[in-house]
């Protein structure tokens, strides 16, 4: 995720908000994974199987970001550091949150503060899609 753009971090987080526009532009785009992760942080099964296919340390983060610790340990033993700060900082880990900020990565800051808000706001409805 370093290598993106702050600008693609940025589109990457508003679709976390539920903005499905730039998940598309995301899906149409070449950013297949960026998609795939909102969409299977936001719940979706089928996208968690994607990741886990195709980007397994994408499934692993989103996983950790779950509190899974064995995805939390995958990422370590793979050698993730970031996916791993990532996931602290989702979880408001002031050392993960200080790290990005030492490291001038405000946009995965404002990132991970709308999956909080997301996760800790959310519940299940069976017949509602994930957008």
């Not at 099964?45 to 990741?51: C, G, P």
């Not at 050698?79 to 200080?98: M, Q, R, V």
């Amino acid at each position: 995720m370093l290598n993106y753009s702050a600008k693609l971090i940025l589109a990457f987080g508003e679709t976390i908000t539920g903005n499905k526009k730039i998940l598309d532009w995301l899906l149409n785009n070449g950013y297949p994974d960026l998609a795939a992760l909102s969409y299977s942080i936001r719940g979706s099964e089928e996208a968690f199987k994607f990741l886990l296919k195709y980007y397994p340390r994408l499934a692993a983060l989103d996983a950790a970001i779950d509190n899974n610790e064995k995805a939390y340990l995958w990422l370590k033993e793979h050698n993730y550091p970031f996916n791993i700060i990532f996931a602290d900082a989702c979880h408001g880990k002031p050392e993960a949150l200080k790290w990005l900020m030492n490291h001038h990565l405000e946009g995965f800051i404002g990132v991970t503060e709308k999956i909080r808000y997301f996760r800790e706001n959310q519940y299940f409805d069976i017949h509602k899609p994930p957008f």
